[in-house]
């Protein structure tokens, strides 16, 4: 696949040719590099393709601003890097929201963040900043906003129709999402339109990353997605040393494992709760809690926090496991085999849920590709892309677990992938646990100031939620030059006004709850 | 002559303000009691104690709950319309109260036997339709006024299969009285006979009292609050205890018609009755803490398509049951 | 794709029931909750708590921070305020007098224990401190050793 990509687009492009990247340092193939307007072209080439847009995002390099454009595909292994010079004074882009729908938003950002101008982008309003920025955030000088851009910045005005009235779901929500505001246009009980309002938690993470240490940022990681923390410093460590060329011992992996899998079955857990909670069922809220409270026990006994973990560190772990965690996971595991029969009976052939849940919020194929969309909810429209499996990580190749994947696409099948994923993660942990090596925890070269080698890396984990992009700009010294996280409640929520149109009230709740969404990690 | 007939009236009023009297004291003993209940069986369901600071057991957190709601301030919002505003607690209220005129607690304890006991309640409770709309439009809100409509589309649908399934019995007693139906139990009870008829009206049941799987009005994590979002304190209350109060209502009507009313052995005939009332009362909790909530479409759906054909077909086999 | 059949009636019932009986039976196991603060729970030995000063190996009766200040410059938040110590007579290193730490913005990240050189640091199994100002989470963390030793 990548031979056919390099000379599809050297084809395409004829003067700038693809350069191949060392993948195991990189995280991407192929990177190419052309002028603005060549990008739309480009943008078609890769969507006939089939790749997806995972992440775009700018980098201020001060005499010039870089866009990044990351195109990956969901069955085949290939991740090009598309990137762009603009002129600082006056950065102008086509916009790519024509071909892929996930742009939209992606362009957004970067505008409020950068003040690049994406020509033919129908919205340009404010996605983070509400309060209103006098200069742009992100760039390394300060750059004032001018007035005209000012002007677009506040242009959300939804039309109003006749016959139809606003409603506003949250910001403040009963079910625990976190703040999201969507504007919902209805027409009596159908929606006709939907608009999410995200930035009430919006705490500016990337500009901390530079001007923090990559130590000093590890914490700031498990805030972004506080119930799946572990895997988000699971992806930070790795991304971090596979810049630097360090690699943990076995029993460091192994552990990291372990306990990135507990952290995802209490996600799901919670996620289950949440959802029933949404659709009126309180009982599995607390039935949830009472497991999810033997694996915070247990997360505890071994890192000392039970939500937002700062445990693992560049090299290895911060501290070791002893015999209560292994005695008390496994315990653990003989449990939670016997809760799941609860659940199937109290929840997964209730047919008031399945009522509820079947044939909503229907995600084809199309439509997974079009907004980069990724996790249980991808794996739920048929297509079983895991990066577990795909781009194997920290121990994870040596296991043996399967995928699950729903046939169908609705908010059912989304259940029942996150559902069956828990059961692998209860066999992943198994076979971590029974094949647990001795040995040290962490590697021995590690320097207390770390300082990577010049350059750029995309590294991408699997978290709860879907697929965590890391991209990182190094500059040799101790501070990152920029650090990009691509978000997977990002992109799934991006599907949400497509999916929503036209359906009832209830059945939005249905669907808001089936993408699994934490806005503290799309607020960053 | 004059002082035997003011002396029978006497007699008759007396009995009349004893119990009514009793009436309403008992329908605020259950509403506290059932809120105490709810929140025990909530409790228990969930691997949890329920209220358990206030009095042994947490008996005494009713109490507590309604004295805080004593001392809440009764706002009335600006824009509200203020007749239909202050009407509706009182309006839903009332026939939770008068219901329990004609139901029959014990042999000789029922407060007036109406030979159309039956017709009373069931038309009184479409009264609690009517509140349900004066409370959402009144409010002025529009997710007042969404929650109203809801509710009444919900409680006009299964009111048809409520009384139908109640039909079959009073077919088999040949009267609308109370009294009568549960004297007819004698040697078997109607749930027997009439198991379906028991079904249906159980699902009606919970429909017409807004409890889920049918709260849609009331869903709380979806839009507000529904038609009783404008009200606070003192009203909110009454609100509740109204609900409440026709869930036991609902559940005494399902006792006499199907389990026998106050028919039983050893125990005095009262005591059967509350158990078997509480019983239901129980079940229709359980209800609620086990399922999630039916889609509103899929509830009119299920109610005009299954229920009101089924009861139909049930009145069917009994008429012709009854004439072999 | 082909929409998936809806279950029949009777399927349709049974998972009701079947659901009824897992909350019934739920209804009479036992609780699961614990009656904080009337019954506590054993805290586990690595809780991060905030942070406290460690006595010094070869002499418990001073604290082992030699005031170097690493900690103060690694820490993310900026929690550590001020760390100032003095060289007594007789000792090669500066002990700790004054160890400012704010724990309203501490975020437990353990990197001031990690990196402290003579792991003077530790984490603390305070797990519910309570005050009625933001002054109270102002901690001295020498003046915390001192009491302690006053206890001991």
Same mark, same amino acid.
């Given at each position: 696949?990548?031979?056919?990509?390099?000379?599809?687009?050297?084809?395409?492009?004829?003067?700038?040719?693809?350069?191949?990247?060392?993948?195991?340092?990189?995280? !991407?193939? =192929?990177?190419?590099?052309?002028?603005?307007?060549? @990008?739309?072209?480009?943008?078609?080439?890769?969507?006939?393709?089939?790749?997806?847009?995972?992440?775009?995002?700018?980098?201020?390099?001060?005499?010039?601003?870089?866009?990044?454009?990351?195109?990956?595909?969901?069955?085949?292994?290939?991740?090009?890097?598309?990137? &762009?010079?603009?002129?600082?004074?006056?950065?102008?882009?086509? &916009?790519?929201?024509?071909?892929?729908?996930?742009?939209?938003?992606?362009?957004?950002?970067?505008?409020?963040?950068?003040?690049?101008?994406?020509?033919?982008?129908?919205?340009?309003?404010?996605?983070?900043?509400?309060?209103?920025?006098?200069?742009?955030?992100?760039?390394?000088?300060?750059?004032?906003?001018?007035?005209?851009?000012?002007?677009?910045?506040?242009?959300?005005?939804?039309?109003?129709?006749?016959?139809?009235?606003?409603?506003?779901?949250?910001?403040?929500?009963?079910?625990?999402?976190?703040? @999201?505001?969507?504007?919902?246009?209805?027409?009596?009980?159908?929606?006709?339109?939907?608009?999410?309002?995200?930035? !009430?938690?919006?705490?500016?993470?990337?500009?901390?990353?530079?001007?923090?240490?990559?130590?000093?940022?590890?914490?700031?990681?498990?805030?972004?997605?506080?119930?799946? #923390?572990?895997?988000?410093?699971?992806?930070?460590?790795?991304?971090?040393?596979?810049?630097?060329?360090?690699?943990?011992?076995?029993? #460091?992996?192994?552990?990291?494992?372990? #306990?990135?899998?507990?952290?995802?079955?209490?996600?799901?857990?919670?996620?289950?709760? #949440?959802?029933?909670?949404?659709?009126?069922?309180?009982?599995?809220?607390? !039935?949830?809690?009472?497991?999810?409270?033997?694996?915070?026990?247990? @997360?505890?006994?071994?890192?000392?926090?039970? =939500?937002? !973990?700062?445990?693992?560190?560049?090299?290895?772990?911060?501290?070791?496991?002893?015999?209560?965690?292994?005695?008390?996971?496994?315990?653990?595991?003989?449990?939670?085999?016997?809760?799941?029969?609860?659940?199937?009976?109290?929840?997964?052939?209730?047919?008031?849920?399945?009522?509820?849940?079947?044939?909503?919020?229907?995600?084809?194929?199309?439509?997974?590709?079009?907004?980069?969309?990724?996790?249980?909810?991808?794996?739920?429209?048929?297509?079983?892309?895991?990066?577990?499996?795909?781009?194997?990580?920290?121990?994870?190749?040596?296991?043996?677990? &399967?995928?699950?994947?729903?046939?169908?696409?609705?908010?059912?099948?989304?259940?029942?992938?996150?559902?069956?994923?828990?059961?692998?993660?209860?066999?992943?942990?198994?076979?971590?646990?029974?094949?647990?090596?001795?040995?040290?925890?962490?590697?021995?070269?590690?320097?207390?100031?770390?300082?990577?080698?010049?350059?750029?890396?995309?590294?991408?984990?699997?978290?709860?939620?879907?697929?965590?992009?890391?991209?990182?700009?190094?500059?040799?010294?101790?501070?990152?030059?920029?650090?990009?996280?691509?978000?997977?409640?990002?992109?799934?929520?991006?599907?949400?006004?497509?999916?929503?149109?036209?359906?009832?009230?209830?059945?939005?709740?249905?669907?808001?709850?089936?993408?699994?969404?934490?806005?503290?990690?799309?607020?960053? | 002559?004059?002082?035997?007939?003011?002396?029978?009236?006497?007699?008759?009023?007396?009995?009349?303000?004893?119990?009514?009297? /009793?009436?309403?004291?008992?329908?605020?003993?259950?509403?506290?009691?059932?809120?105490?209940?709810?929140?025990?069986?909530?409790?228990?369901?969930?691997?949890?104690?329920?209220?358990?600071?206030?009095?042994?057991?947490?008996?005494?957190?009713? *109490?507590?709950?309604?004295?805080?709601?004593?001392?809440?301030? *009764?706002?009335?919002?600006?824009?509200?319309?203020?007749?239909?505003?202050?009407?509706?607690?009182?309006?839903?209220?009332?026939?939770?109260?008068?219901?329990?005129?004609?139901?029959?607690?014990?042999?000789?304890?029922?407060?007036?036997?109406?030979?159309?006991?039956?017709?009373?309640?069931?038309?009184?409770?479409?009264?609690?339709?009517?509140?349900?709309?004066? $409370?959402?439009?009144?409010?002025?809100?529009?997710?007042?006024?969404? /929650?109203?409509?809801?509710?009444?589309?919900?409680?006009?649908?299964?009111?048809?299969?409520?009384?139908?399934?109640?039909?079959?019995?009073?077919?088999?007693?040949?009267?609308?009285?109370?009294?009568?139906?549960?004297?007819?139990?004698?040697?078997?009870?109607?749930?027997?006979?009439?198991?379906?008829?028991?079904?249906?009206?159980? *699902?009606?049941?919970?429909?017409?009292?807004?409890?889920?799987?049918?709260?849609?009005?009331? $869903?709380?994590?979806?839009?507000?609050? /529904?038609?009783?979002?404008?009200?606070?304190?003192?009203?909110?209350?009454?609100?509740?205890?109204?609900?409440?109060?026709?869930?036991?209502?609902?559940?005494?009507?399902?006792?006499?018609?199907?389990?026998?009313?106050?028919? /039983?052995?050893?125990?005095?005939?009262?005591?059967?009755?509350? *158990?078997?009332?509480?019983?239901?009362?129980?079940?229709?909790?359980?209800?609620?803490?086990?399922?999630?909530?039916?889609?509103?479409?899929?509830?009119?759906?299920?109610?005009?398509?299954?229920?009101?054909?089924?009861?139909?077909?049930?009145?069917?086999?009994?008429?012709?049951?009854?004439?072999? | 794709?082909?929409?998936?059949?809806?279950?029949?009636?009777?399927?349709?019932?049974?998972?009701?029931?079947?659901?009824?009986?897992?909350?019934?039976?739920?209804?009479?196991?036992?609780?699961?909750?614990?009656?904080?603060?009337?019954?506590?729970?054993?805290?586990?030995?690595?809780?991060?708590?905030?942070?406290?000063?460690?006595?010094?190996?070869?002499?418990?009766?001073?604290?082992?921070?030699?005031?170097?200040?690493?900690?103060?410059?690694?820490?993310?938040?900026?929690?550590?305020?001020?760390?100032?110590?003095?060289?007594?007579?007789?000792?090669?290193?500066?002990?700790?007098?004054?160890?400012?730490?704010?724990?309203?913005?501490?975020?437990?990240?353990?990197?001031?224990?990690?990196?402290?050189?003579?792991?003077?640091?530790?984490?603390?199994?305070?797990?519910?401190?309570?005050?009625?100002?933001?002054?109270?989470?102002?901690?001295?963390?020498?003046?915390?050793?001192?009491?302690?030793?006053?206890?001991?």
């Amino acid at each position: 696949m990548v031979e056919e990509v390099k000379s599809g687009i050297s084809q395409l492009l004829r003067e700038r040719r693809p350069v191949e990247e060392p993948y195991g340092e990189k995280g !991407y193939h =192929l990177s190419v590099d052309m002028a603005p307007k060549d @990008l739309i072209d480009v943008g078609r080439f890769f969507k006939e393709k089939g790749f997806y847009l995972a992440c775009a995002l700018c980098v201020d390099f001060r005499d010039y601003l870089e866009l990044v454009y990351f195109f990956a595909h969901h069955e085949g292994h290939c991740r090009v890097k598309v990137t &762009s010079r603009l002129d600082p004074q006056a950065p102008y882009a086509p &916009s790519l929201s024509s071909v892929f729908g996930s742009a939209l938003w992606y362009e957004r950002e970067i505008h409020e963040f950068f003040g690049v101008r994406f020509e033919g982008h129908p919205n340009m309003a404010y996605l983070f900043l509400h309060g209103g920025i006098d200069f742009y955030p992100l760039r390394k000088e300060k750059v004032m906003v001018s007035e005209e851009d000012r002007a677009l910045l506040n242009s959300f005005r939804p039309e109003e129709g006749e016959d139809t009235f606003f409603i506003n779901l949250g910001p403040q929500h009963p079910s625990t999402h976190g703040v @999201l505001r969507v504007v919902l246009k209805m027409d009596g009980e159908y929606i006709e339109r939907a608009e999410p309002v995200m930035g !009430y938690l919006h705490r500016m993470h990337e500009k901390m990353a530079e001007n923090r240490t990559y130590l000093q940022f590890l914490p700031n990681t498990g805030r972004m997605d506080y119930l799946g #923390a572990m895997a988000f410093n699971l992806g930070y460590v790795t991304a971090v040393e596979r810049l630097c060329g360090i690699k943990a011992p076995p029993r #460091a992996q192994y552990v990291r494992v372990i #306990a990135t899998e507990l952290n995802r079955i209490s996600s799901h857990l919670l996620w289950l709760g #949440a959802y029933l909670a949404d659709l009126g069922a309180m009982t599995p809220f607390l !039935y949830v809690f009472d497991d999810r409270e033997q694996i915070l026990d247990i @997360l505890e006994g071994i890192t000392g926090s039970r =939500l937002t !973990y700062c445990y693992f560190r560049f090299g290895g772990l911060f501290n070791d496991v002893d015999e209560d965690f292994i005695t008390g996971v496994r315990r653990f595991i003989a449990r939670m085999r016997g809760r799941f029969q609860i659940y199937d009976d109290l929840v997964t052939k209730n047919v008031i849920f399945i009522n509820r849940t079947r044939n909503v919020g229907v995600i084809t194929r199309e439509t997974a590709r079009q907004y980069g969309v990724s996790g249980p909810v991808l794996r739920g429209a048929g297509i079983a892309m895991d990066m577990r499996k795909k781009e194997p990580y920290a121990a994870y190749g040596e296991f043996d677990f &399967s995928i699950p994947t729903g046939s169908y696409g609705d908010a059912h099948d989304i259940y029942l992938v996150r559902f069956k994923e828990m059961e692998e993660s209860l066999n992943i942990i198994e076979q971590a646990l029974n094949g647990l090596p001795e040995g040290p925890i962490m590697a021995e070269k590690v320097p207390k100031k770390l300082k990577p080698p010049k350059g750029d890396l995309y590294h991408v984990v699997e978290t709860p939620r879907g697929e965590l992009g890391i991209y990182i700009v190094s500059d040799e010294s101790d501070i990152p030059y920029r650090m990009k996280w691509r978000v997977p409640s990002f992109a799934n929520l991006m599907v949400f006004p497509e999916l929503v149109r036209g359906c009832l009230l209830a059945d939005a709740i249905a669907i808001l709850g089936s993408l699994d969404l934490v806005i503290p990690e799309i607020d960053r | 002559m004059i002082e035997d007939i003011v002396g029978k009236i006497g007699q008759e009023a007396l009995r009349l303000i004893i119990g009514l009297v /009793g009436v309403v004291a008992f329908v605020v003993v259950n509403a506290l009691l059932l809120t105490w209940m709810e929140r025990k069986v909530a409790g228990h369901m969930q691997r949890r104690i329920g209220p358990k600071e206030v009095g042994p057991f947490g008996l005494l957190q009713p *109490i507590a709950d309604a004295l805080k709601l004593l001392g809440k301030e *009764i706002l009335t919002p600006k824009k509200v319309e203020k007749p239909l505003y202050y009407l509706a607690p009182t309006l839903i209220f009332i026939p939770a109260l008068t219901s329990f005129v004609v139901i029959p607690f014990d042999a000789y304890l029922q407060v007036q036997d109406i030979n159309v006991g039956i017709l009373v309640i069931l038309a009184l409770s479409s009264l609690t339709v009517l509140s349900i709309l004066v $409370a959402g439009w009144g409010s002025e809100n529009k997710y007042s006024l969404i /929650g109203a409509i809801r509710s009444v589309a919900q409680n006009v649908a299964y009111e048809i299969p409520l009384l139908l399934s109640l039909l079959p019995v009073v077919m088999l007693t040949n009267s609308l009285s109370l009294k009568d139906i549960v004297e007819a139990q004698g040697k078997i009870w109607f749930v027997v006979l009439q198991p379906v008829a028991f079904f249906i009206y159980f *699902i009606a049941a919970v429909a017409e009292t807004n409890r889920t799987p049918f709260d849609l009005p009331e $869903a709380e994590s979806e839009l507000v609050a /529904g038609y009783h979002t404008e009200y606070s304190g003192m009203r909110f209350a009454l609100f509740f205890l109204a609900e409440y109060t026709n869930i036991f209502i609902v559940s005494a009507i399902a006792t006499t018609f199907f389990l026998g009313g106050y028919r /039983g052995p050893l125990l005095p005939g009262i005591l059967w009755f509350f *158990i078997k009332s509480y019983l239901l009362v129980f079940v229709i909790m359980w209800f609620r803490w086990t399922y999630p909530r039916v889609r509103f479409d899929q509830l009119l759906n299920f109610s005009w398509k299954m229920l009101i054909p089924l009861t139909f077909v049930n009145l069917i086999i009994t008429g012709g049951l009854l004439k072999l | 794709m082909k929409v998936p059949p809806r279950p029949s009636f009777i399927a349709g019932v049974i998972s009701l029931l079947k659901g009824l009986m897992v909350t019934l039976k739920a209804f009479f196991q036992p609780v699961v909750t614990s009656q904080y603060p009337r019954e506590l729970l054993p805290i586990s030995p690595r809780f991060r708590g905030h942070t406290k000063l460690l006595p010094d190996k070869d002499d418990p009766t001073k604290n082992a921070c030699i005031a170097c200040g690493i900690c103060v410059r690694n820490c993310p938040s900026g929690s550590i305020k001020k760390v100032e110590g003095e060289k007594r007579e007789g000792e090669k290193k500066k002990t700790a007098t004054t160890y400012l730490l704010d724990f309203t913005t501490c975020s437990q990240c353990g990197i001031c224990v990690e990196t402290c050189p003579s792991g003077a640091l530790a984490f603390s199994a305070d797990f519910n401190p309570a005050g009625y100002r933001r002054e109270d989470f102002y901690y001295d963390l020498v003046q915390e050793f001192e009491k302690r030793k006053e206890v001991k």
